[in-house]
């Protein structure tokens, strides 16, 4: 509420923005204070992520490399749009995977799949190869009849997923692949795992690819989400990231190409003089 805002405002002498998780919604207390504000910039949390997510969006070293994983492609649609305009490689696992793999033609019986997505899959799929980016699938999988943490298990070839079989993690031939990718790429964004990771019998994929960007020294590695910043604690590799945003909803827009209203008005604020980390 623009009211609100300015009375809140009135307050104080400057104002200090540090609050990048929330970066992403126009509220009194994010937008409405550094619009009214005799002073206002960005602490230095928000200057942090913002730069370090800028460096990898905007002047990534080459090849780039994202790594998008989760269960629904819906609710990444936009990331992958994005992330497929600017990459070298693509990695899409987890749920959003099936997707990708029915439109490639391959069966992937009861697993959690969007029917209703595949064209949006078909037409990423295409924009990568227009532009000759790499898009990696899973090509054997981890399979069981039943989703449970201790149901039946085997490990098929991708194009070997029965009817009555839903897809639960990588295999070994997947994390290879990923792995040689990993070690030439130059700069990585992960988010979302690859798997059902909070179940033991599932988390391999995710634990091989957590170690594999934690071995990815010659690379820029970026991560966040909430299930992403599970998947590095459980498998103990934040010293190793070169950076873990703290964010979710505000990590995940940046990723989407959006520009974020908390940032927008302070860009606002200070077009033509200084910019809102205080550089002339």
Known sequence: HPDLGRRIAQLCDIYVNDAFATAHRKEATTYGVAEYAPIACAGPLLSAEYEAI??????????????????????????????????????????????????????????????EMVPIAERIIQKLK??????????????????????????????????????????PKSSAALDAYI?????????????????????????????????????YTLAGGGETLAAIQQNRIADKLSYISTAG?????MLEGKMLPAVEILHQRYLGQNDIFGNQ
């Open 54 to 115: 800028s460096l990898a969006l905007e002047a990534p070293a080459k090849p780039l490399l994202a790594i998008v994983g989760g269960a629904k492609v819906s609710s990444k649609l936009a990331i992958l749009e994005n992330m497929a305009d600017k990459v070298d490689g693509l990695i899409v696992g987890g749920g959003i995977a099936n997707t990708f793999l029915l439109a490639k033609g391959y069966r992937v019986g009861k697993s959690l799949v969007q029917a």
């Open 130 to 171: 227009a532009k000759n980016a790499t898009l990696l699938l899973p090509i054997d999988a981890v399979v069981s009849t039943e989703f449970s943490a201790h149901g039946n298990q085997r490990l098929v070839d991708i194009a070997e997923v029965a009817e009555n079989e839903m897809i639960l993690d990588l295999g």
């Open 183 to 219: 070690g030439h790429a130059k700069t990585i964004i992960w988010n979302g795992p690859v798997g059902v990771f909070e179940w033991p019998a599932y988390a391999w994929g995710t634990q091989r690819l957590a170690q594999a960007l934690a071995c990815a020294q010659q690379a």
């Open 249 to 253: 909803g505000a990590f995940l827009e």
